[in-house]
């Protein structure tokens, strides 16, 4: 199994919503990200975690809370999100968050096919 | 401040001929650059990388170069297909800094014609 894979495919939430994304890899990855991409624009880190711990946040609003429950899953909560933070969310795995062997393909992030969200 | 540029945001070719697609950056920490190409409604496909020790590598009709001095790399695309059609987004990483965490360049959008 090489694959990420991301659901919903879709999702349409108003502002006072909670909802959630999911990711699963069965890669043995043990490194999760979550990616956001606006429309013609190239995607930007939010979260990283390694070995199941929050690696990295990059500034993200406290209105996305990322949860890695284990090995295989990496959720992206979402609650009282605004029309502005409609896009393309994007879930990536590598083999590990570092690797000092450049060519080991270690580093290669494997994306799923994306959420796209919509806020009204 | 962009730190990887794709300063071009389409190219159209004619089927069986030469696509190239470039790509430059600012971040001398970076030493492993990578291709995705990305389907409408899908994720970005990883295709092929190159660490900053060569200056070329290849995979099948997909030739990345790097020019280090030039802090320039580009994508050769021989013979393109119309399946190739996609975005091209360039992405760069530092080993020495925290990670696989990967810096996008905006994205070329080709087109190849039949």
């Known amino acids: 199994d090489t694959e990420v894979t991301q659901t919903p495919k879709h999702l349409v939430m108003g502002m006072t919503n909670k909802k959630s994304l999911k990711c699963e890899q069965h890669m043995g990855h043990r490194a999760m990200y979550w990616y956001k991409q606006k429309a013609k624009k190239p995607p930007e880190l939010m979260f990283v975690y390694s070995y199941e711990k929050l690696s990295i946040n990059e500034s993200v609003p406290s209105r996305f809370s990322p949860e890695c429950p284990n090995s295989s899953l990496l959720n992206l909560h979402l609650h009282a999100l605004q029309p502005e933070d409609s896009a393309l969310y994007l879930c990536?795995?590598?083999?590990?968050?570092?690797?000092?062997?450049?060519?080991?393909?270690?580093?290669?992030?494997?994306f799923g096919a994306g959420s796209r969200l919509t806020v009204l | 401040d962009q730190q990887v540029k794709q300063n071009s945001p389409s190219l159209s070719v004619q089927e069986g001929r030469i696509s190239i697609l470039n790509c430059d950056y600012t971040?001398?920490?970076?030493?492993?650059f990578l291709w995705y190409k990305k389907y409408p409604a899908e994720g970005p496909t990883f295709l092929i990388s190159i660490s900053s020790i060569k200056d070329k590598n290849e995979d099948g009709r997909f030739t990345v170069f790097l020019n280090k001095s030039a802090k320039h790399l580009s994508l050769h695309i021989v013979p393109s297909q119309p399946g190739d059609s996609a975005v091209y987004f360039c992405a760069a990483s530092a080993s020495r800094g925290a990670g696989n965490m990967l810096t996008f360049g905006g994205g070329t959008r080709l087109m190849v014609k039949p």
């Open positions: 971040n001398s920490m970076f030493d492993y």
């Open positions: 990536a795995s590598s083999r590990v968050i570092k690797s000092t062997v450049a060519l080991s393909g270690a580093n290669v992030l494997t």
